[in-house]
């Protein structure tokens, strides 16, 4: 989904986000039943309430789960975090700078791992918080030079698949250090995969890789259909390979919308 929101553009909560996708309307974590995104708030007086949110410097953003007493668990707004990308969900970041005031749309961001640390919870009692690592999305892009110059895995399609599915499926414990090294690694098991199904075809149009690399293999790109941007680990499902005139056409086509659908609704086909 091509989302209707600016970088660092504030936006009324209630008018702007709930009254158009729905969700819960208080809280850090809202889950809207029928959109294809997890909303999630930080900001002002979190850090009264329990939760210690910290933007890092590399971009990533450590961001405390749901639940204000008591050790926190792995259900509702935590465990839709967690699996965001094997439902097919973006995780959209808002933050707030005025108790009462506007959010501001900080980005969308990718789940490379949680940890577990002691924090204090609303009344100062320490307890188990789930804290996890959110990577800017749009860090995460695999550059085409790399596709043009590094040699592909020389594997069996089944078991690329099945590499594939297992980095999606991927929401072990990470390290905060290697969050971003994670998430890079899923990405490119499942890009690796849909190249090597694609077999040089586009999965778009149906013609041949329009060239050669200089590793002498077919050029396609990996197109992440439920985003339509060029980052983040996604499911295979939800993964085409496309010549760079289809990969394009997704993304600014005036018929960019029917297209996604369409390779959507093949890719699902293939993937049964």
């Known amino acids: 989904m091509l989302w209707p929101f600016e970088l660092h553009r504030s936006y009324h909560r209630r008018n702007d986000i709930h009254a158009r996708f729905g969700g819960q309307q208080q809280g850090g974590i809202s889950t809207p039943a029928n959109a294809p995104g997890i909303?999630?708030?930080?900001?002002?007086?979190?850090?009264?309430?329990?939760?210690?949110d910290v933007f890092e410097a590399d971009g990533s953003f450590r961001y405390t789960g749901q639940g204000q007493l008591g050790d926190m668990r792995m259900i509702s707004g935590n465990r839709a975090i967690r699996d965001h990308v094997q439902n097919g969900k973006d995780l959209l970041l808002f933050q707030q700078t005025k108790r009462g005031g506007p959010v501001r749309f900080e980005g969308l961001y990718v789940c490379g791992g949680w940890e577990i640390e002691q924090q204090p919870d609303m009344h100062g009692q320490p307890r188990q918080a789930i804290v996890f690592m959110l990577v800017p999305q749009n860090g995460l892009s695999i550059e085409a030079v790399d596709l043009a110059t590094e040699t592909?895995?020389?594997?069996?399609?089944?078991?690329?698949?099945?590499?594939?599915?297992?980095?999606?499926?991927?929401?072990?414990?990470?390290?905060?250090r290697v969050a971003l090294a994670n998430v890079r690694a899923r990405s490119k098991a499942v890009r690796d995969y849909v190249l090597a199904r694609a077999a040089g075809v586009c999965e778009g149009c149906r013609s041949t890789a329009p060239f050669l690399t200089t590793m002498g293999q077919p050029y396609l790109e990996a197109h992440h259909i439920h985003k339509l941007s060029d980052g983040g680990p996604d499911h295979p499902a939800s993964v085409a390979a496309l010549c760079p005139n289809c990969?394009?056409?997704?993304?600014?086509?005036?018929?960019?919308?029917?297209?996604n659908e369409v390779l959507l609704e093949q890719i699902r086909i293939i993937e049964k």
């Open 152 to 176: 592909p895995p020389d594997l069996p399609l089944v078991e690329l698949r099945e590499r594939a599915f297992q980095a999606a499926l991927a929401s072990d414990e990470a390290s905060p």
């Open 247 to 259: 990969h394009r056409q997704a993304h600014f086509g005036a018929d960019q919308v029917a297209l």
């Open 39 to 52: 909303f999630i708030f930080t900001g002002h007086g979190a850090d009264h309430v329990g939760y210690q």
